[in-house]
Structures are given as structure tokens and as C-alpha cells.
């Protein structure tokens, strides 16, 4: 099975999940609960669309807490090439919908130096996906936003992939480029991943 045929089969699984909400907040708590996340100072969290994990409601808890919540927003690096930045978020009525309706802080402020987090200083990453595997394997949608930003983390930074337990798969078909998950977290379980590729 190719990554396209692959991708299909998971956005099936992912839109027919029941009890999106309930489901979602189970799998937020386990990421929660891992000593990791509690070790860690500074964590990324995706901003959720269509039908994805749902994080929102997580993120708006840990903004009342002592860790350092960053969000992504897509843009483009100094090449013109896509990329994510990293913002700071300290409210949610700084974000406003942007691309794909996801929720971002407005263009104006993307170069706000108080608000600008780099990549090297995130010590927890909750990684999206369409479809994941029990070794840590993560298919996006295939822009490559994600596999671009998780190359430029440091060694020791935790990438977290979040998902439906429909969403898992046998195997994903990894290409060198791709970048395997360290763990992987649904609401039923979680797997430990490896870091080839990384």
C-alpha cells in the first residue's frame, strides 16, 4: 500500500471516529499525565482541524499552568519554502483563523520578539498525523511541514504523535526524510517509537 492509498484508509478511519470530543480529552490526559510532560518547560501543541485530535480544550487548560505553551502557524521561511513558525501563546484571543480555518496568530504580529519561539528550545512536541504505526512511523498530509520544523529540534526534544486508535496502521511506508516519533499516544495505549530518520 502506497502513502496515498494509506492516507485515504486513515482519513476514513479519522472522520468515521465516534465521540470525537470524548476520545480527544482521553488522549490529551495521558499526554498530560507522562512524566515527560511534566519534566518539560516549553511544548508545542497543534491547534486542531477538521477531524483531528481534538487539542483546544488541553491547550486552554495548560495556559493556566506553569509550562511554556507554543503553537504553530504556517508560513515561509527566508528561502520562500513552507514552513512552521512558533508562537508564544499566552491567551487564546491572540489567535484568529487562518490557513485551512486553523486557529494562528494574526501575520502582523509573527515577528513580535517576545512572542518568537525557535525550534531548539522546545522540549516536548504533540505531533498531528492522518495515520501512525506502533514503531513510530507518522504520515502527514503531505506537505511536509511538520518533517521540515521536527528536523530542526534538538536530539533530546520528545515528539509525542496523537491519535484515534482507528488511525494506527500496520506499517507506515517511511522515506528518509520522514521523521519518526519518539512516542506515540492514543486513547487506548501508548507505543514507543524510535528516532531513525531523525
Not at 21 to 45: G, K
Not at 48 to 63: D, G, K, M, W, Y
Not at 77 to 89: A, Y
Request: glycine share 6%.
Amino acid at each position: 500500500m502506497d502513502k496515498q492509498q494509506q492516507r485515504q484508509l486513515a482519513y476514513a478511519a479519522r472522520n468515521g471516529q465516534p465521540d470525537k470530543d470524548i476520545v480527544s480529552a482521553e488522549i490529551c490526559r495521558r499526554v498530560i499525565s507522562q512524566p515527560w510532560y511534566a519534566e518539560a518547560d516549553t511544548i508545542l501543541w497543534y491547534l486542531h482541524c477538521r477531524s483531528e485530535v481534538r487539542t483546544l480544550p488541553a491547550v486552554i487548560a495548560q495556559l493556566a499552568g506553569d509550562k511554556r505553551i507554543a503553537v504553530p502557524y504556517c508560513t515561509v521561511d527566508q528561502h520562500g519554502d513552507k514552513c512552521l513558525g512558533l508562537w508564544h501563546l499566552q491567551a487564546l484571543d491572540e489567535l484568529q483563523p487562518g490557513m485551512w480555518n486553523i486557529l494562528e496568530p494574526p501575520p502582523e504580529r509573527w515577528r513580535e520578539p517576545a512572542k518568537q519561539i525557535s525550534p531548539n528550545q522546545l522540549d516536548v512536541v504533540i505531533v498531528p498525523g492522518v495515520a501512525f504505526d506502533s514503531e513510530g512511523g507518522r504520515l502527514g498530509n503531505g506537505a511536509g511541514y511538520y518533517d521540515r520544523l521536527l528536523r530542526q529540534v534538538r536530539p533530546d526534544t520528545l515528539l509525542a504523535g496523537v491519535c484515534y486508535q482507528s488511525q494506527l496502521l500496520p506499517a507506515i511506508t517511511m522515506q528518509s526524510h520522514d521523521v519518526y516519533m519518539d512516542r506515540v499516544i492514543t486513547e487506548r495505549t501508548f507505543y514507543f517509537g524510535n528516532k531513525l530518520a531523525r
